[in-house]
């Protein structure tokens, strides 16, 4: 057997299908990142980055130094107008009469409690807010909002001003050296913590600096207009190489992502398992003006009780594998289905996450069937890596 760790060349989503064949769309940088020798494939229409020759070392420059990574393919909905607050409040799940310049996740339900999309809101000003979808549900969120808020007739639009922005996200124990260097803004975190943003000049352009991110890591973001995004790429990057960093791809996020224990719209929650099922009831206020859509259906679960729980999952044995599907056992009794199962490269343990029965505990030993035999486990807390988010909020 070999001493190599993790068992085989990982990279990639685990479990999760590739988007389909759409028409390509490009950042205002591909060709910057081509001749980088990045591996593209298509996310949602996206031209984006995989990696750039070797996955696991760009996740592991992310967790040591700092990565540069192309989110262009996320989703950007503008939603402005007079009624623009109370919209916001009737589609999301959370209280978006935040302060300006703060960030809110969320979720966008249907009717039975389902969960359509997940997003992170940002407030702009008293009537502006700027959502960031995930990269799947762009389309579906934006006519969501859209459909909404014309059947609710408020004065208020939704405009999918995607392909006008540039987005790059910094993610690692250095990216704030990288920021520094780029701007004349005070980025500490007194001035910028977490769920935050400012406007800001970059690399001398104006723009919109966050912080929030997907790696587990202390995280920025750069939202430029995309006319200026090859411009601070380039500049970004020659900054992210002086601090020991380079450019990391969308394996390398996805690998720290699901280390830390992040979770994933249409995999942990969708239509069929709330935002309650799938671990984030953290994202609902019950008491805040306006009723959102779905919460009835939410109170009637929280009041009747879960069907499902998500909660991680570790095996004992860091060589084994289980698959999507593959079912769980305590004391004898079937007691959930692995959703995915992957090696949290810097932990070098083998980890995943599972749809559970509600009343299931961290800490259990489990027997997971596979193709290839029974493995054992311990049910585990959904963060790994991280757990009191100590360098997120640094």
């Given at each position: ?22 028409p390509?769309?490009?950042p ?13 494939g ?6 984006q980055?995989?990696?750039y020759g ?7 420059i ?29 589609l ?7 302060p ?7 979720c ?17 000003a ?5 959502t ?5 549900g ?5 006519n969501?909002?859209k459909?909404?808020?014309k ?10 001003i ?5 987005y ?6 250095r ?9 004349d803004?005070?980025v500490s975190?007194?001035?910028?913590p977490?769920?935050?943003?400012m406007p800001?000049?970059?690399a001398g ?27 601070v ?6 900054a ?10 969308i ?7 699901f ?23 953290f ?7 306006y009723?959102?859509?779905?919460k ?5 679960q929280k ?10 999952f570790r095996?004992?044995?860091?060589w ?5 599907g ?6 004898g009794?079937?007691?959930?289905h692995?959703l995915w ?16 029965v509600?009343d ?5 030993p ?8 029974d ?19 640094s």
């Open positions: 057997m070999s001493d190599t760790w993790p068992p085989s060349k990982w990279g990639g989503h685990p479990n999760i299908p590739r988007p389909p064949d759409l390509q769309g490009k205002a940088f591909y060709y910057s990142q081509k001749e980088l020798g990045a591996v593209f298509r996310r949602s229409g996206w031209e980055p995989y990696h070797d996955p696991i070392a760009e996740h592991h992310i967790r040591n130094h700092v990565g540069l990574i192309d989110c262009n393919s996320i989703g950007n909905i503008w939603i402005e107008g007079k009624e623009a607050l109370q919209a916001v409040q009737r999301y799940t959370a209280d978006m009469d935040c300006i310049g703060k960030g809110v996740f969320c966008l339900c249907d009717e039975n409690g389902g969960a359509v999309d997940d997003a992170i809101i940002w407030r702009l008293a009537d502006t807010w700027l960031m979808s995930t990269t799947a762009r389309q579906k969120h934006h969501w909002v459909e909404h808020i059947a609710w007739d408020l004065a208020a639009v939704a405009l999918d995607t392909d006008g922005l540039s790059l996200q910094l993610g690692g124990p990216s704030r050296d990288v920021v520094e260097m780029l701007t803004a005070d975190n007194q001035a910028l977490f769920l935050s943003l800001a000049t970059i352009v104006e723009g919109y600096i966050t912080r929030a991110g997907f790696t587990g890591e202390l995280c920025f973001e750069f939202y430029v207009g995309t006319q200026y995004g090859e411009w790429w380039n500049k970004t990057l020659a992210v190489k002086a601090c020991g960093g380079g450019p990391t791809g394996d390398a996020l996805v690998t720290c992502a280390e830390k224990g992040f979770t994933v719209n249409n995999l942990d929650y969708n239509a069929e398992k709330s935002p309650l099922e799938g671990g984030i009831g994202t609902v206020d019950w008491d805040k003006p009723n959102f859509i779905g009835e259906a939410l109170i009637h009041k009747n009780g879960l069907r499902k729980r998500n909660l991680g095996l004992d044995d860091k084994a594998t289980a698959e999507r593959d079912r769980i056992f305590h004391d009794e079937e007691v959930g692995v199962c992957m090696p949290a490269l810097t932990l070098e343990i083998m980890i995943g996450r599972a749809e559970f509600p299931i505990k961290v800490g259990l489990i027997t997971i069937q596979t193709k290839k035999g493995i054992s486990g311990l049910t585990h807390s959904r963060y790994f890596y991280d757990p009191n988010h100590e360098r997120l909020h």
